[in-house]
C-alpha cells in the first residue's frame, strides 16, 4: 500500500467517521512525501485504454470526465511523472478550467477483465501542445483527425490499489475478439473438413 495516498486522503472528518462507525481511527503518520509509481503500476498503465479525470471546480464541486484513447495513451514519462493528450473537443474546457485554480487531480483506472482498479492522485498542468511539438506528435491518437491541443502533465503523489471484491469482469469489443480468435479458427477448420467429408461422400 502506498501510505501518502492514505495520508492524504484520510483527513480529520474521515477520521471522524471511522471513530463514530468503528471507535478508532486509523491515523497514517510517517508517509514518504511521494509515492513513486512502480514497475506493476507502469505495467498496469501501458495496458489501460481508458480513465477517469477527477478535478474541482472554483466552487468546490467534484467534476469527472471519461479518457479514452489507444492503449498506453495515459504515457508514463518517469516514475513520478504521467502525461496525456487533450483534444480541442467539445470546448467546454470544464477540466482545463478547474485545473487552472486547483491542480489537484483524482484519476480513476480499471481493468475489469483482471478486476484491479488504480488510483492516482497528482497535481496537474496544462500546457499548449503548440509548445511541445514532438511530444505532442509522440501522444497523438493516429484514429483522430484532432490537434492535440493541450498536453496534461500530472505529477504524481501517490496511488492506491483496491480489492477485486464486487468488480463484475467486463470486456472489450477488441478483447471479446481475440478471445474469439482461437474458436473462429477452430471453427473455419472444422468447416473445411466437413466440406471435404461432404465432396468425398457426394452429398
Ligand atoms: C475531434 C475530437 C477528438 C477527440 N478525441 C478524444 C480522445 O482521443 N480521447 C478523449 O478522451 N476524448 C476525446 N475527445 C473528447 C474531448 O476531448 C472532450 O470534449 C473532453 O474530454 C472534454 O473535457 P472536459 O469535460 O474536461 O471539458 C475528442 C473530441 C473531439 C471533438
Known amino acids: 500500500m502506498a501510505m501518502k495516498y492514505l495520508e492524504t486522503i484520510m483527513t480529520e472528518s474521515v477520521l471522524r467517521a471511522q471513530h463514530h462507525y ?6 497514517i503518520t510517517d508517509a514518504p512525501e511521494r509515492d513513486l509509481l512502480g514497475e506493476g503500476e507502469a505495467e498496469f498503465l501501458a495496458a489501460r485504454d481508458s ?3 477527477g478535478t474541482v471546480s472554483e466552487t468546490g464541486w467534484p467534476y469527472v470526465q471519461h479518457r479514452g484513447g489507444p ?8 516514475p513520478s511523472t504521467l502525461v496525456f493528450a487533450d483534444y480541442q473537443g467539445n470546448r467546454q474546457l470544464l477540466s482545463t478550467g478547474n485545473l487552472s485554480v486547483d491542480n489537484r487531480v483524482s484519476l480513476f483506472l480499471m481493468d475489469y477483465p483482471n478486476r484491479a482498479r488504480l488510483k492516482i492522485l497528482g497535481h496537474a498542468r496544462v500546457e499548449d501542445g503548440r509548445l511541445h511539438p514532438d511530444l505532442a506528435a509522440q501522444l497523438a491518437n493516429p484514429a483522430m483527425k484532432a490537434r492535440v491541443e493541450r498536453i496534461v502533465f500530472i505529477d504524481v503523489l501517490s496511488f492506491d490499489w ?11 469489443l477488441e478483447e471479446v475478439e481475440e478471445l474469439a480468435g482461437s474458436l473462429k479458427a477452430c471453427i473455419t477448420e472444422l468447416e473445411a473438413e466437413l466440406r ?5 461422400s457426394g452429398s
Do not use: E, M
Not at 22 to 27: D, F, I, M, T
Not at 162 to 172: F, G, L, M, V
Open 162 to 172: 483496491n480489492c477485486p471484491k464486487y468488480i463484475t469482469p467486463r470486456y472489450s
Open 51 to 53: 480513465f477517469y479525470l
Open 196 to 200: 471435404t467429408l461432404k465432396t468425398r
Open 71 to 78: 492503449r498506453g495513451f495515459l504515457r508514463l514519462l518517469n
Open 22 to 27: 468503528y471507535g478508532h481511527a486509523a491515523k
